[in-house]
T-cell receptor, first 114, second 113 residues
Framework: AQSVSQHNHHVILSEAASLELGCNYS??????LFWYVQYPGQHLQLLLK??????LVKGIKGFEAEFIKSKFSFNLRKPSVQWSDTAEYFC????????????FGTGTRLTIIP | ETGVTQTPRHLVMGMTNKKSLKCEQH?????MYWYKQSAKKPLELMFV???????ENNSVPSRFSPECPNSSHLFLHLHTLQPEDSALYLC????????????FGPGTRLTVL
């Protein structure tokens, strides 16, 4: 069965620290990968996505993620976090040609301490 | 309004009530989705509509009944719910088959007493 795993449930960092959130997927065939963010009281928003091409994907607000096919991973990174990055982060995967059936991870709650 | 809107934002209902959640997308997309977001669980896909036709029912109990009158509107009719159905219900839309991103609404926080 298709699945997405996020092993970090709650991460607490100080401002300016570097961030890496893990995401592993279990999918057969070509896969599209996404990171969504949910800020407190707001709706899910797309941070970045990988469909094909350069495995290092840059998104909004200084976030990036690297697709490593051999490790079935799509980890999210940011070199220096800000207090405003406090949010819940969700990794998701879908099949190529039609992402109707996105599978989400359980999410990682990120708390940034000023 | 832009994006995906959902009403109501909060709903409290008894187990014998009948209520409906509404979703509207202003993005010109042809696919709409209902998801359930419960604490400490992954987002669960409930239903998918593609050009108003239901293409996915992810083993959802019949007490949840979706309706998609056109590609811009999606409803979720609720009846005889259980307390464990309390959750955040999210609507999303996308353009398929281009495989593009799903855009989410703010959700309806449902509490079943």
């Amino acid at each position: 069965a298709q699945s997405v795993s996020q092993h970090n449930h709650h991460v607490i960092l100080s401002e300016a620290a570097s961030l890496e959130l893990g995401c592993n997927y279990s999918y057969g065939g070509t896969v599209n990968l996404f990171w969504y963010v949910q800020y407190p009281g707001q709706h899910l928003q797309l941070l970045l996505k990988y469909f094909s091409g350069d495995p290092l994907v840059k998104g909004i607000k200084g976030f990036e993620a690297e697709f490593i096919k051999s490790k079935f991973s799509f980890n999210l990174r940011k070199p220096s976090v800000q207090w405003s990055d406090t949010a819940e982060y969700f990794c998701a995967a879908g099949q190529d040609f039609g992402n109707e059936k996105l599978t989400f991870g359980t999410g990682t709650r990120l708390t940034i301490i000023p | 309004e832009t994006g995906v809107t959902q009403t109501p934002r909060h709903l409290v209902m008894g187990m014998t009530n009948k209520k409906s959640l509404k979703c509207e997308q202003h993005l010109g997309h042809n696919a709409m989705y209902w998801y359930k977001q419960s604490a400490k669980k992954p987002l669960e896909l409930m239903f998918v509509y593609n050009f108003k036709e239901q293409t996915e029912n992810n083993s959802v109990p019949s007490r949840f009944s979706p309706e998609c009158p056109n590609s811009s509107h999606l409803f979720l009719h609720l009846h005889t719910l259980q307390p464990e159905d309390s959750a955040l219900y999210l609507c999303a839309s996308s353009q398929i088959p281009t495989g593009d991103t799903q855009y989410f609404g703010p959700g309806t926080r449902l509490t079943v007493l």
